[in-house]
């Protein structure tokens, strides 16, 4: 991982701390719908860095996330890095480059981290899982449109984030 893209997670995590009550959407009484900034920068990494690297960036991104939210047993390091494979998979497709096909790629990987999540929550019979199947669709189509958003503001960034692929040896 570049130092460029560890300030770009640390200032996510800053970010998503301080601004999170700012991109809180209310549906209905009680329920409301949040962005996980660090899943978008962890997605764009995945997208277009090396899957080791992005792999590496999920890991890491998690446990500094189950950390501070006291999460239990690395929920968010699994559902992070089960994100991240989807990402990376999107990006070698070329899912990534033009608008339409990074918003079904960014809404995807979303949709893992949250099926992975609400799975491991409900093994580990922690009360914490989304209440409806209408909270957790419009959750994953609110990442959608914000990854898309933090994509194209990310692009002018992308040769300072992703690092240089290295040249293989050959045998």
């Known amino acids: 991982m570049t130092?460029?893209?560890?300030?770009?997670?640390?200032?996510?995590?800053l970010y998503q701390l301080l601004a999170l009550p700012l991109y809180r959407i209310e549906i209905g009484g009680a329920a409301s719908i949040g962005a996980d900034f660090v899943l978008l920068v962890v997605l764009y990494l995945a997208t277009f860095d090396a899957a080791?690297?992005?792999?590496?960036?999920a890991v890491s991104a998690g446990v500094a996330v189950g950390c501070i939210a006291a999460d239990p047993l690395g929920v968010q390091v699994i559902s992070?890095?089960?994100?991240?494979?989807?990402?990376?998979?999107?990006?070698?497709?070329?899912?990534?480059?033009?608008?339409?096909?990074r918003f079904l790629a960014l809404t995807g990987a979303a949709a893992v981290a949250l099926l992975v999540r609400e799975a491991l929550l409900w093994a580990l019979e922690v009360e914490e899982r989304m209440p409806d199947i209408g909270l957790a669709l419009a959750s994953v189509l609110?990442?959608?449109?914000?990854?898309?958003?933090?994509?194209?503001?990310?692009?002018?960034?992308?040769?300072r984030l992703v690092a240089p692929p290295r040249p293989r040896l050959l045998y």
Not at 3 to 13: D, T
Not at 145 to 151: E, K, M, N, T
């Open 3 to 13: 130092p460029v893209a560890a300030l770009c997670l640390f200032l996510a995590f």
């Open 80 to 101: 992070y890095a089960s994100a991240a494979c989807f990402a990376c998979r999107a990006g070698a497709m070329g899912w990534g480059e033009s608008v339409a096909p």
């Open 52 to 57: 080791r690297r992005g792999l590496l960036a």
């Open 142 to 159: 609110y990442q959608g449109v914000l990854g898309a958003i933090v994509f194209v503001l990310l692009d002018p960034l992308r040769p």
